[in-house]
């Protein structure tokens, strides 16, 4: 019972945050056509599309991840998870790159924690946990796809 109402909980947050993801995609998107076609800038068109990116990237995330706690209703260990696990890397670690890209110069006069500082910029927190989480994920799908070969092996066992 208690875990039905956390996986519906989960669920229902998780839908909430996919819908505010899909908006702000498309309101990022949208401003950042309309001040490209005001004001033509390199500089601007390449943080507007890092910037809807990485909104983008949260998008397909969120989608991942309620498509993973679907399927615990009957088993975790499919394959799709592992497929799942592995995108999620993929935009994180995509992520953690625009964080790089976007951060490293401006998070040097700001009031940020930094983790590494130089003349150039300052490695930040954000950073560092975008890269560690993209990891995660790859790790949870590489034990998943153990996981399932020990089950399809349990299942042949008589």
Excluded at 58 to 70: D, N, P, Q, V
Excluded at 71 to 83: A, G, S
Aim: with cysteine.
């Amino acid at each position: 019972m208690s875990t039905n109402f956390l996986k519906v909980s989960l669920l229902s947050f998780l839908y909430l945050s996919l819908a505010v993801s899909a908006i702000v995609t498309i309101g990022v998107f949208i401003m950042s056509i309309s001040l490209l076609i005001s004001d033509f800038n390199f500089s601007m068109m390449l943080y507007s599309s890092l910037g809807t990116g990485y909104i983008f990237n949260y998008f397909i995330i969120i989608r991942k991840l309620i498509a993973i706690i679907k399927t615990t209703y009957i088993t975790p260990f499919v394959l799709d998870n592992v497929k799942s696990f592995k995108i999620i890397g993929c935009c994180l670690g995509i992520n953690s790159i625009f964080e790089f890209i976007t951060g490293y110069k401006g998070s040097k006069n700001t009031g940020i924690i930094h983790i590494f500082q130089t003349e150039a910029g300052a490695i930040t927190p954000t950073m560092i946990v975008c890269l560690i989480s993209a990891l995660m994920c790859f790790v949870i799908a590489e034990v998943f796809d153990k996981a399932i070969k020990i089950k399809e092996d349990n299942d042949l066992t008589i």
